[in-house]
Nanobody
């Protein structure tokens, strides 16, 4: 089992920034991709980006490139999502997930999920 705990969500004004954290623990996950997803009310869960834990390769949803940055701290077993120039349409519950050993933007390919953290961007 892998346990994932997100933190860092909150309320921010449009144009502001937030950094989300995802602390991982449990079984060895060094071969996994760690993904970030978000889900707004009434919408499908959407891929934000992912990072290959061991190699550090990073992938982003095309629509978010340039504003969102994923990084990791191996010593802390933590993955981060830095979000800049936030817009009201970024409002959603943000989830981190782990599971595939290959790149995937598809939520069902991920086996482990955190509880989610709410991000609200006011206009």
């Amino acid at each position: 089992q892998v346990q994932l705990v997100e933190s860092g969500g909150g309320l921010v004004q449009a144009g502001g920034s937030l950094r989300l954290s995802c602390a991982a623990s449990g079984r060895t996950f060094s071969t996994y991709h760690m993904g970030w997803f978000r889900q707004a009310p009434g919408k499908e869960r959407e891929f934000v980006g992912s990072i290959n834990w061991s190699a550090g390769r990073i992938y982003y949803a095309d629509s978010l490139k340039g504003r969102f940055t994923i990084s990791r701290d191996n010593a802390k077993n933590t993955v981060y999502l830095q979000m800049n120039s936030l817009k009201p349409e970024d409002t959603a519950v943000y989830y981190c997930a782990a599971g595939p050993t290959y790149y995937s933007p598809i939520a069902r390919d991920y086996d482990y999920w955190g509880q989610g953290t709410q991000v609200t961007v006011s206009s």
